[in-house]
């Protein structure tokens, strides 16, 4: 058979992801007697094309997902894709715009239809380029938070909430998005880690009827013409006195109180504070307390209106009035400073514009009532994080939790359930649909003869997360009809074959940014509906950055694009490449050396085959050092088995990969092959080549979630296989007990042969020459024959140290290689005397620690026997070179 001589991952990773789809081994169903492993994948916004973390987060899933597959395991992992509100729909609005489309001139029908043909066109581009990382998702599965199954579960969710009072309708300070002009999230507000440049501007406001002055700092002057008051804290004795008196607003002199309240700190600014209600929540919250006037001075897009009373700020944007403002202050003398800073300022995630606190009309869920059981879930790790250090920041963010703004102004989204038959703030229905609301408002308003055309939907839709908080839940429906009940607000499990078997799943991985804002409202719905958590364990990964660890993005130009990575180094090389440095919860320091890396052990496994595959086999007896050589493997194997399922239990997933790296590159490859090889030319004798099959299948099926597609191929290639018997559905490797004394004798066997190594290379010693190796050593009786092979050693005997040789030690025992005649005998020496030196430096640094006696009292019992050994190695060391100085 040809086997070529590099693995060309191009040939065999398309036709191997067709031939698992063929056979179905992705798709799950419910089995009686079978444990069920599932995983729902974070779901990608529809618009979004695989990025680094996407290759991270999937990489990580799909490992755990083939794992369980191979223990026997329903494993199934459920993929799909989130809708996105405001995403989806300023995507939209570009795509329309380019076409001299306003949004403005479509209703919400046509809108909606082109929306759709947008997302059918490109919603589903990262799922398929998944699939190029071998991503074992049981397609059959894929939702999409917009699917009528779905939609239907989100509205159900609202209305029952809305009936046990959790959701209500209210005007609230919230994150205003000027441009996409919507609601947004605490979550979707990003600040730039550095900060960004700002001007803090001192102004004074006149004391009505005085000739005094108060001066407060403000980096937003546009707002100082909405401004309903002046705070100072009640104690500080420069202001105490000016407390019941009013102030006058720059330039329209409208008198407003200047009021105490211990928000004000004594130490901060001026010590004056201006108060705006409309236009800051701390400000807003202030004002509640002293039942100040709110005057919304901006619009919905961020330009000012005639509240601001100054005809010539009316329809400019905000920042352009701060300009004309800064100026028209300066002009009237009262602009008295301008202090440059840096400070965090809050922009939005999906549009970058700079978010405008404004009071609005809103839904919101009530929050600290229904997330006390998600609190408690985790904290008393019913629910795990990993990292646990996570439960710090989650328990921060559920003691302080906030109501929820749930209402989006956008048309993309599940539409509020809301349905308006009057002018009043509270004439409306929520109900699942517009027959259902006819029904509520005729009850409501006994007014019977209401009909559809009588009511109006309300506008908005829900926020995105409304929506995906539902996804281990809907993903399995678990709101359909037959098991969802209105009237008790509960899911009933048993009449659900499929959530029955599947939920909880098992383990979420995701990012810690999203840890508040989806994943505690999944845990949230999940007691709230079936009273059970929603998954088990909770993987944080941590951010993916380059060298200089900056966060990898397409505006910084730092990100490689991932499907050019899998065209240049394989599927294989990238997900080793990405795991071998990330640590749960903790940055990953992107470099592509590290995929190379992943490429190269690629061709190491490659390389073990074609060695293997390449020998003649003979019906010889079985070497002796042959067994040996298996029985260490053996127990090598078991002992990384063993380590291997900690890791995994642990969720270190990076410690998993290199305790299979190590088995497969360092004791397979580099050690157990070269132990077992043949001299050149010569076959293997048949029981030796049979058990090596059989290792090198186990060490396949370690590394197989890991390297989905070369274990695969090579696992067919191996021998003949059955059809439908492929390494994705293999039995895992179970761990057996191992022999630490031959795991003991081999290490000793490998020092020996490295040092025999390092003499040859150092000294110029050619491989293929054998010597005579000298020692007293008793250690070496039951690795003898192994050493002359491993280290290319005539003979191995006891007796005086020859004269002229080079000498070695290993643990304290002495070894001598005889010298050649070509040494240079005085570059010899003087390495020789460099070592000596060395060696004495160390010695007296151990002796000096070993003479203090509070180290020795004070420090653990194994530390002090460590020190006193490396002390003891250290002068057997120093003797072996004085005496091989002299023999020079």
Same mark, same amino acid.
């Given at each position: 058979?040809?086997?070529?001589?590099?693995?060309?991952?191009?040939?065999?990773?398309?036709? #191997?992801?067709?031939?698992?789809?063929?056979?179905?081994?992705?798709?799950?169903?419910?089995?009686?007697?079978?444990?069920?492993?599932?995983?729902?994948?974070?779901?990608?916004?529809?618009?979004?094309?695989?990025?680094?973390?996407?290759?991270?987060?999937?990489?990580?899933?799909?490992?755990?997902?083939?794992?369980?597959?191979?223990?026997?395991?329903?494993?199934?992992?459920?993929?799909?894709?989130?809708?996105?509100?405001?995403?989806?729909?300023?995507?939209?609005?570009?795509?329309?715009?380019?076409?001299?489309?306003? @949004?403005?001139?479509?209703?919400?029908?046509?809108?909606?239809?082109?929306?759709?043909?947008?997302?059918?066109?490109?919603?589903?581009?990262?799922?398929?380029?998944?699939?190029?990382?071998?991503?074992?998702?049981?397609?059959?599965?894929?939702?999409?938070?917009?699917?009528?199954?779905?939609?239907?579960?989100?509205?159900?969710?609202?209305?029952?909430?809305?009936?046990?009072?959790?959701?209500?309708?209210?005007?609230?300070? *919230?994150?205003?998005?000027?441009?996409?002009?919507?609601?947004?999230?605490?979550?979707?507000?990003?600040?730039?880690?550095?900060?960004?440049?700002?001007?803090?501007?001192?102004?004074?406001?006149?004391?009505?009827?005085?000739?005094?002055?108060?001066?407060?700092?403000?980096?937003?002057?546009?707002?100082?013409?909405?401004?309903?008051?002046?705070?100072?804290?009640?104690?500080?004795?420069?202001?105490?006195?000016?407390?019941?008196?009013?102030?006058?607003?720059?330039?329209?002199?409208?008198?407003?109180?200047?009021?105490?309240?211990?928000?004000?700190?004594?130490?901060?600014?001026?010590?004056?504070?201006?108060?705006?209600? !409309?236009?800051?929540?701390?400000?807003?919250?202030?004002?509640?307390?002293?039942?100040?006037?709110?005057?919304?001075?901006?619009?919905?897009?961020?330009?000012?209106?005639?509240?601001?009373?100054?005809?010539?700020?009316? /329809?400019?944007?905000?920042?352009?009035?701060?300009?004309?403002?800064?100026?028209?202050?300066?002009?009237? /003398?009262?602009?008295?400073?301008?202090?440059?800073?840096?400070?965090?300022?809050?922009?939005?995630?999906?549009?970058?514009?700079?978010?405008?606190?404004?009071?609005?009309?809103?839904?919101?869920?009530?929050?600290?009532?229904?997330?006390?059981?998600?609190?408690?879930?985790?904290?008393?790790?019913?629910?795990?994080?990993?990292?646990?250090? =996570?439960?710090?920041?989650?328990?921060?963010?559920?003691?302080?939790?906030?109501?929820?703004?749930?209402?989006?102004?956008?048309?993309?989204?599940?539409?509020?359930?809301?349905?308006?038959?009057?002018?009043?703030?509270?004439? =409306?229905?929520?109900?699942?649909?517009?027959?259902?609301?006819?029904?509520? !408002?005729?009850?409501?308003?006994?007014?019977?003869?209401?009909?559809?055309?009588?009511?109006?939907?309300?506008?908005?839709?829900?926020?995105?997360?409304?929506?995906?908080?539902?996804?281990?839940?809907?993903?399995?429906?678990?709101?359909?009809?037959?098991?969802?009940?209105?009237?008790?607000?509960?899911?009933?499990?048993?009449?659900?074959?499929?959530?029955?078997?599947?939920?909880?799943?098992?383990?979420?991985?995701?990012?810690?940014?999203?840890?508040?804002?989806?994943?505690?409202?999944?845990?949230?719905?999940?007691?709230?509906? +079936?009273?059970?958590?929603?998954?088990?364990?909770?993987?944080?990964?941590?951010?993916?950055?380059?060298?200089?660890?900056?966060?990898?993005?397409?505006?910084?130009?730092?990100?490689?694009?991932?499907?050019?990575?899998? @065209?240049?180094?394989?599927?294989?090389?990238?997900?080793?490449?990405?795991? =071998?440095?990330?640590? !749960?919860?903790?940055?990953?320091?992107?470099?592509?050396?590290?995929?190379?890396? /992943?490429?190269?052990?690629?061709? @190491?496994?490659?390389?073990?085959?074609?060695?293997?595959?390449? #020998?003649?086999?003979?019906?010889?007896?079985?070497?002796?050092?042959?067994?040996?050589?298996?029985?260490?493997?053996?127990?090598? +194997?078991?002992?990384?088995?063993?380590?291997?399922?900690?890791?995994?239990?642990?969720?270190?997933?990076?410690?998993?990969?290199?305790?299979?790296?190590?088995?497969?590159?360092?004791?397979?490859?580099?050690?157990? +092959?070269?132990?077992?090889?043949?001299?050149?030319?010569?076959?293997?004798?048949?029981?030796?080549?049979?058990?090596?099959?059989?290792?090198?299948?186990?060490?396949?099926?370690?590394?197989?979630?890991?390297?989905?597609?070369?274990?695969?191929?090579? #696992?067919?290639?191996?021998?003949?296989?059955?059809?439908?018997?492929?390494?994705?559905?293999?039995?895992?490797? $179970?761990?057996?007990?191992?022999?630490?004394?031959?795991?003991?004798? !081999?290490?000793?066997?490998?020092?020996?042969?490295?040092? *025999?190594?390092?003499?040859?290379?150092?000294? /110029?010693?050619?491989?293929?020459?054998?010597?005579?190796?000298?020692?007293?050593?008793?250690?070496?009786?039951?690795?003898?024959?192994?050493?002359?092979? +491993?280290?290319? *050693?005539?003979?191995?005997?006891?007796?005086?140290?020859?004269?002229?040789? =080079?000498?070695?030690?290993?643990?304290?025992?002495?070894?001598?290689?005889?010298?050649?005649?070509?040494?240079?005998?005085?570059?010899? $020496?003087?390495?020789?005397?460099?070592?000596?030196?060395?060696?004495?430096?160390?010695?007296?640094?151990?002796?000096?620690?070993?003479?203090?006696?509070?180290?020795?009292?004070?420090?653990?019992?194994?530390?002090?026997?460590?020190?006193?050994?490396?002390?003891?190695?250290?002068?057997?060391?120093?003797?072996?070179?004085?005496?091989?100085?002299?023999?020079?």
């Amino acid at each position: 058979m040809s086997i070529s001589a590099q693995y060309d991952p191009t040939k065999v990773e398309d036709k #191997w992801y067709k031939y698992w789809m063929d056979q179905k081994f992705f798709h799950a169903t419910p089995k009686t007697g079978k444990e069920a492993y599932t995983i729902v994948i974070p779901p990608p916004n529809v618009t979004g094309v695989l990025h680094m973390g996407h290759m991270l987060n999937n990489t990580i899933q799909d490992v755990l997902i083939r794992k369980a597959r191979m223990e026997g395991k329903e494993a199934c992992w459920v993929p799909g894709t989130d809708h996105a509100s405001i995403a989806t729909e300023a995507k939209v609005v570009r795509m329309l715009r380019e076409k001299g489309i306003k @949004k403005s001139d479509l209703s919400r029908e046509e809108f909606m239809k082109h929306a759709w043909e947008w997302k059918e066109k490109y919603g589903g581009i990262i799922l398929d380029q998944l699939k190029k990382l071998g991503a074992s998702c049981d397609w059959d599965r894929t939702s999409f938070t917009m699917d009528p199954n779905y939609h239907d579960a989100v509205i159900k969710q609202f209305v029952d909430l809305f009936n046990k009072g959790y959701i209500y309708r209210g005007l609230r300070m *919230v994150n205003w998005d000027t441009e996409a002009q919507t609601t947004i999230s605490n979550e979707e507000v990003i600040y730039n880690e550095d900060g960004e440049k700002a001007i803090l501007y001192h102004v004074k406001y006149q004391i009505k009827d005085s000739d005094e002055f108060v001066t407060i700092a403000t980096q937003r002057p546009e707002t100082i013409l909405g401004d309903t008051g002046i705070a100072v804290n009640p104690s500080d004795e420069r202001f105490k006195h000016l407390i019941g008196k009013k102030a006058l607003v720059p330039f329209i002199n409208r008198e407003i109180p200047i009021i105490g309240d211990d928000y004000v700190e004594l130490d901060f600014g001026t010590g004056c504070l201006k108060v705006t209600p !409309a236009h800051d929540p701390n400000d807003y919250e202030i004002g509640q307390r002293h039942n100040l006037d709110t005057i919304d001075t901006i619009n919905l897009d961020g330009t000012l209106n005639e509240k601001c009373e100054v005809e010539k700020y009316v /329809g400019e944007d905000r920042f352009k009035v701060r300009k004309i403002i800064v100026k028209d202050l300066k002009a009237a /003398g009262v602009l008295v400073d301008e202090e440059e800073f840096i400070t965090k300022i809050g922009r939005s995630e999906r549009t970058n514009s700079v978010v405008e606190p404004k009071l609005s009309l809103q839904w919101f869920i009530k929050m600290k009532e229904i997330s006390k059981r998600a609190h408690k879930a985790v904290m008393d790790d019913e629910i795990q994080l990993f990292p646990a250090k =996570f439960k710090n920041t989650y328990n921060h963010w559920m003691e302080n939790v906030r109501d929820w703004c749930i209402s989006r102004q956008l048309w993309w989204g599940q539409r509020i359930p809301a349905y308006y038959y009057g002018d009043g703030e509270g004439d =409306f229905v929520v109900a699942e649909n517009i027959n259902k609301a006819v029904e509520e !408002a005729r009850k409501t308003t006994g007014n019977n003869s209401l009909t559809a055309d009588d009511l109006k939907q309300d506008e908005d839709v829900l926020d995105t997360w409304a929506s995906s908080n539902l996804w281990p839940i809907a993903a399995f429906g678990g709101f359909d009809e037959s098991c969802f009940d209105p009237a008790t607000g509960k899911i009933d499990k048993s009449k659900n074959e499929e959530l029955s078997f599947f939920y909880p799943t098992n383990t979420l991985v995701t990012a810690p940014e999203i840890l508040f804002f989806w994943v505690a409202r999944m845990v949230i719905a999940g007691y709230e509906y +079936l009273d059970e958590k929603p998954f088990e364990n909770v993987y944080l990964t941590g951010i993916v950055r380059d060298k200089q660890r900056r966060k990898m993005s397409k505006s910084l130009g730092n990100s490689p694009d991932p499907l050019d990575l899998i @065209k240049q180094f394989g599927a294989d090389g990238v997900r080793t490449g990405m795991l =071998f440095s990330s640590p !749960a919860g903790n940055d990953l320091l992107f470099d592509e050396k590290l995929v190379e890396q /992943g490429r190269n052990f690629s061709n @190491k496994i490659w390389n073990a085959f074609r060695l293997v595959k390449g #020998w003649e086999i003979t019906e010889t007896e079985q070497p002796a050092i042959n067994a040996q050589a298996i029985s260490w493997f053996e127990s090598k +194997l078991n002992k990384a088995l063993t380590e291997l399922e900690d890791h995994f239990s642990k969720f270190r997933m990076s410690d998993a990969l290199m305790t299979v790296y190590k088995l497969v590159w360092n004791d397979f490859c580099s050690w157990y +092959l070269e132990w077992i090889k043949p001299e050149y030319g010569k076959p293997i004798d048949a029981k030796t080549h049979t058990a090596t099959t059989e290792l090198f299948e186990k060490v396949l099926k370690l590394l197989h979630p890991f390297m989905p597609f070369i274990t695969e191929e090579l #696992w067919h290639e191996l021998k003949e296989r059955k059809d439908g018997e492929a390494i994705i559905v293999a039995e895992w490797p $179970k761990a057996a007990s191992f022999d630490d004394r031959i795991l003991k004798e !081999a290490d000793l066997l490998f020092e020996i042969t490295s040092a *025999v190594r390092n003499i040859r290379s150092s000294k /110029g010693i050619s491989p293929k020459e054998t010597f005579e190796l000298t020692t007293d050593s008793k250690a070496i009786a039951s690795i003898g024959e192994s050493l002359k092979k +491993l280290a290319n *050693v005539s003979e191995i005997k006891s007796g005086d140290k020859p004269a002229n040789a =080079f000498s070695f030690v290993v643990g304290s025992d002495e070894f001598f290689i005889p010298a050649t005649e070509n040494i240079d005998i005085e570059a010899e $020496k003087k390495k020789i005397e460099e070592e000596l030196n060395y060696t004495k430096g160390f010695m007296k640094s151990v002796e000096k620690k070993l003479s203090n006696e509070k180290f020795v009292n004070g420090a653990p019992e194994q530390v002090v026997a460590m020190e006193r050994k490396k002390l003891a190695d250290a002068e057997a060391k120093v003797k072996t070179l004085e005496e091989s100085l002299a023999s020079l």
